[in-house]
């Protein structure tokens, strides 16, 4: 299968992190496509950016999706997943879902941990609109600047370890979520420093696209998930605006 890892922020390192993850994570015979907003910001922080880096992952899908078998927006938060899931016929799988999901499988509460607290009101909607706020035992994130978004998890890493387990101490989590895609790769680094299982979301959203992808789900025809009815629109890339039209590829 070939797995499309989107980055919806403009850091090229942040992605080789992503594309560095998945590989270490994929089955035999899962090849991983990683992709890199062309336009937006760094690193997505808050609702707005969001928004943006939403916008610019369904433009990628809509010009990528037909050469893979599935998709992954890879950042936490899941910017542009409903709308991805409504419009594109391969199953779409979003960072936080998958890291929360399988984090459900490993304990009754899980405490997200992430390295900067302008994310912090925007992960707690996150987990409000997967519907898993009484999974979640709360969110905590590191104060402070970085330098770099790049190497921030090497960086923070003993302050991260150190607050993983203030969550599991204060907060009686049974697992740890870590959080933010700068993070892909940590929880491999830190799983033996903190004394509960430990969930990169990179890893998780490889695994659940391979299981989505061996049991050969149908796009919906019915319910809130089908293919919008057919629309034009105004200024919006080739690709997208031939989507949403039902229009052939140009």
């Known amino acids: 299968?070939?797995?499309?890892?989107?980055n919806p922020n403009t850091s090229q390192s942040?992605?080789?992190?992503?594309?560095?993850?998945?590989?270490?994570?994929?089955?035999?015979?899962?090849?991983?496509?990683?992709?890199?907003?062309?336009?937006?910001?760094?690193?997505?922080?808050?609702?707005?950016?969001?928004?943006?880096?939403?916008?610019v992952a369904l433009e990628t899908l809509a010009s990528a999706h037909a050469g893979v078998d599935a998709a992954v927006i890879a950042a936490f938060a899941d910017p542009?997943?409903?709308?991805?899931?409504?419009?594109?016929p391969i199953p779409v799988i979003g960072l936080a879902e998958a890291g929360m999901l399988t984090a459900c499988m490993l304990?009754?509460?899980?405490?997200?941990?992430?390295?900067?607290?302008?994310?912090?009101?925007w992960?707690?909607?996150?987990?409000?609109?997967?519907?898993?706020?009484?999974?979640?035992?709360?969110?905590?994130?590191?104060?402070?600047?970085f330098r770099d978004i790049g190497s921030v998890q090497r960086e923070k890493e003993e302050l991260l370890v150190e607050l993983a387990g203030r969550a599991v101490e204060e907060d009686r989590a049974d697992v740890v979520v870590l959080a933010g895609a700068p993070l892909a790769g940590l929880a491999a680094r830190v799983a033996d420093r903190i004394p509960v299982p430990v969930v990169d979301c990179v890893a998780a959203s490889v695994k659940q696209a391979e299981a989505l992808v061996a049991l050969r789900p149908r796009k919906a025809a019915r319910g809130s998930y089908r293919r919008p009815d057919a629309k034009e629109?105004?200024?919006?890339?080739?690709?997208l605006a031939d989507w949403i039209a039902h229009r052939p590829r140009r």
């Open 107 to 121: 304990g009754a509460r899980f405490a997200i941990v992430t390295f900067a607290q302008a994310m912090e009101p």
């Open 1 to 6: 299968m070939r797995l499309l890892m989107l």
């Open 123 to 145: 992960y707690r909607e996150c987990v409000e609109w997967h519907g898993l706020e009484r999974r979640c035992a709360g969110v905590r994130a590191l104060g402070g600047a």
């Open 14 to 55: 942040v992605t080789d992190l992503i594309a560095a993850a998945a590989r270490a994570a994929a089955a035999p015979g899962t090849e991983i496509v990683p992709t890199t907003a062309p336009r937006g910001v760094p690193y997505i922080a808050n609702r707005a950016e969001a928004v943006i880096g939403g916008a």
């Open 233 to 239: 629109s105004t200024g919006l890339g080739p690709a």
């Open 80 to 88: 542009a997943l409903g709308g991805a899931r409504e419009l594109f």
